[in-house]
């Protein structure tokens, strides 16, 4: 079946830009999760959607960082006016439900800002 | 304080041999869950293998077992017979059940290198 999926896999954006992050979860999770792993690093949470109810935004590092979840399903990260220090791989991940010990990962969204 | 902690960011072994990587965590949750992620040059996270804090017996998946020391806060991973595939970074994570966290913690991962 298929995985996680993530897009763009790789975005290089200017300063002061917007850009948006999109990840398919796998079909039937419910719980979806945004984190960052940025050079040399190990993952950073970001924000957690669980079915419908609110979501659990209290790894985003900045009002700039901000995520939705449309239909229980597809995930968009939005960070707006970008700055040097975003640049990251920005990873997703799904799970069966919130308890679920196995989160699966998709393949990230690179993202450098010159 | 750090959560999860991997203090060897590199390690070599020999083809067919086994190796172990070291993770420590920090937490006052009496539950909890631990895992073990590769990560290969691809950038994909995949599970390797998860202990519960209450489990009484270690985990074991194929070639990957850990070994758990509860009262020490350990929780490293053992790779018997190590193939060339193996090499990627390894990433130990917690989960911690009653304090409400929904994420996983992650260390800085250890980067293993298989030499034929």
């Known amino acids: 079946g298929a995985g996680v999926s993530q897009s763009p896999s790789n975005k290089v954006t200017e300063k002061g830009k917007d850009v948006e992050l999109r990840c398919d979860p796998i079909?039937?999770?419910?719980?979806l999760y945004w984190y960052r792993q940025s050079l040399g690093q190990g993952l950073e949470f970001l924000i957690y959607?669980?079915?419908?109810?609110?979501?659990?935004k209290s790894g985003l590092p900045s009002d700039r960082f901000s995520a939705e979840r449309t239909g229980g399903s597809v995930s968009t990260l939005t960070i707006q006016r970008t700055q040097q220090e975003d640049s990251a791989v920005y990873l997703c991940?799904?799970?069966?439900?919130?308890?679920?010990?196995?989160?699966?990962f998709g393949p990230g969204t690179r993202l450098t800002v010159t | 304080a750090q959560k999860i902690t991997q203090t060897q960011p590199g390690m070599f072994v020999q083809e067919k041999e086994a190796v172990t990587l070291d993770c420590t965590y920090d937490?006052?949750?009496?539950?909890?869950?631990l895992f073990w992620y590769k990560q290969p040059s691809s950038g994909e996270m995949i599970f390797l293998i998860y202990?519960?804090?209450?489990?009484?017996q270690n985990a074991t998946e194929g070639r990957y077992s850990l070994n758990f020391q509860k009262a020490r806060k350990s929780a490293n991973l053992v790779i018997s017979a190590s193939q060339l595939g193996d090499s990627a970074m390894y990433f130990c994570?917690?989960?911690?059940?009653?304090?409400?966290?929904?994420?996983?913690?992650f260390g800085t991962g250890t980067r293993l290198t298989v030499i034929p």
């Open positions: 991940a799904s799970s069966l439900e919130s308890f679920s010990y196995e989160q699966y």
């Open positions: 079909s039937g999770h419910t719980a």
């Open positions: 959607f669980q079915g419908n109810s609110a979501p659990d």
């Open positions: 937490t006052s949750d009496p539950s909890y869950g």
């Open positions: 202990q519960g804090s209450y489990d009484q």
């Open positions: 994570a917690m989960r911690e059940v009653q304090t409400g966290a929904n994420n996983l913690f």
